[in-house]
């Protein structure tokens, strides 16, 4: 099959209608699938046949847009999720239990250092955090016999760290393990983690990929390159006979391109059920065929917006990818040559007070917790979603506390910047 562009990817990609079938992605409401036999059925339980039994695990909607979402990052197979938490949670659970250690960018969304630091340590899986900007001796010193995979945020929320794929992804394979990245800032439009050697692609759709605020969601995408019976000790779960799932050998029967994302299916959905509301899977497909015009607006924007708080006398500091002032510009422009996002983090002089009465005057910027939509938003992360950081953590993640962070939408940029110097006059 021709390969299309993006632009084509997100119209056209996963749902290709057949003779008289709905132009638009239909809707499958409904929980569960009928079969003639139990023959039939049978076949599905013991995965030897595609189809469907019941929307806890998989549901036709949600698989469109799953297919679409890995044709948009180039990988084999993917899988939706109720939320980006979800996935985030699954992809590097489907590989480290009880007793393994995963290594962690520490500039990464609050939310998963949350999961990662607290609720999967109780769990028993121990992490280890490293700066982005570590050297490659401090990486390959946070390497135990245990680790189970490398996690990284190709543009950390909210500290806008650009994540060096290349090189985290050269040391998780000297040491037989894949590179899990969030790629939810960036999406696929912006950087395609897998051309750079990362092995799983994880995404909170429900910023920029359903990109309106109106769906929570996520999505989990395998490269189809990490090689799981070449380093079969270390994952037995993909390596060995799943006894809650008739014996089925995951990285035999499915090989490199299925076997990750069928157990996380098999074992994690069935016993979790995080699952996306298939009314929810068709706003993010909506969502996504526009996704090539949004980010470059969104993109642009928000060049325009840094540039101007830049050189605004009441702004201390200014932290945006695409300013050749930035410290990871150059990481940027090769990670990131057509832009970054729309998500912008600055310093009002004055510190904490100043910016929350600075945003107290906003009139289209709305304080929210959300980012990465069409309206523009902002937020103070330590007075909110970073409050259960201490402050060494919040330094670590490269969230002091005078941050704030605006998200830029898709509104006229004129009047938004006008917005910002209404209020940044007010105090
Ligand atoms: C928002 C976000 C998440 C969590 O996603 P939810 O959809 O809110 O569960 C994970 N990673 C990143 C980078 C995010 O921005």
Not at 304 to 324: Q, R, S
């Amino acid at each position: 099959m021709k390969k299309h562009k993006m632009e084509t990817i997100a119209i056209q990609g996963g749902y290709n209608p057949g003779n008289g079938e709905p132009r638009q992605l239909p809707i499958y409401q409904s929980t569960t699938f009928k079969y003639d036999t139990s023959a039939d059925m049978a076949k599905l339980f013991d995965l030897e046949s595609d189809g469907y039994m019941y929307s806890r695990l998989a549901n036709p909607t949600c698989d469109f847009v799953a297919k679409k979402i890995a044709a948009m990052e180039g990988g084999t197979s993917a899988m939706l999720t109720s939320s980006g938490q979800a996935a985030n949670f699954f992809a590097v659970f489907n590989i480290a239990g009880c007793g393994d250690h995963v290594v962690a960018s520490s500039s990464i969304y609050g939310g998963t250092f949350n999961l990662f630091a607290v609720t999967m340590a109780r769990m028993g899986v121990e992490f280890t955090f490293v700066s982005p900007d570590c050297s490659n001796e401090e990486l390959e010193a946070a390497f135990q016999p245990n680790t189970k995979a490398v996690f990284g945020e190709t543009i950390a929320n909210p500290a806008l760290t650009v994540f060096d794929i290349e090189r985290f992804a050269k040391k998780a394979h000297e040491h037989g393990v894949p590179l899990i990245v969030d790629n939810t800032f960036a999406t696929p439009v912006n950087c395609r983690p897998f051309e750079w050697g990362a092995d799983i692609v994880t995404h909170s759709t429900t910023k920029y990929m359903e990109g309106h605020a109106a769906t929570i969601g996520g999505c989990i995408v395998d490269s189809g390159n990490f090689d799981w019976m070449a380093h079969a000790d270390k994952f037995p779960g993909l390596t060995t006979p799943d006894d809650s799932y008739h014996g089925v050998v995951y990285a035999e029967k499915f090989g490199k391109a299925g076997a990750f994302i069928t157990k996380c299916v098999a074992q994690l959905m069935r016993d979790f059920g995080c699952t996306p509301a298939p009314q929810n899977a068709y706003l993010l497909n909506l969502g996504l065929e526009s996704l090539p015009v949004r980010m470059e607006r969104h993109c642009s924007n928000a060049q325009k917006m840094a540039e101007f708080l830049e050189a605004h006398d009441k702004i201390a500091w200014v932290n945006y990818p695409g300013l050749p002032s930035n410290k990871y510009y150059e990481v940027a422009q090769k990670y990131l040559p057509n832009g970054s996002c729309g998500v912008i983090s600055f310093g009002v002089k004055g510190g904490r007070a100043a910016a929350e009465e600075f945003m107290a005057h906003l009139t289209l910027g709305n304080i929210e917790t959300h980012v990465a939509d069409s309206h523009t938003c902002c937020l103070h992360p330590a007075s909110s979603t970073h409050r259960q950081m201490t402050d060494e953590q919040l330094d670590a993640a490269g969230v002091p506390a005078d941050l704030v962070r605006l998200s830029i939408g898709l509104e006229n940029i004129d009047d938004l910047i006008d917005d910002v110097a209404n209020a940044l006059a007010q105090i």
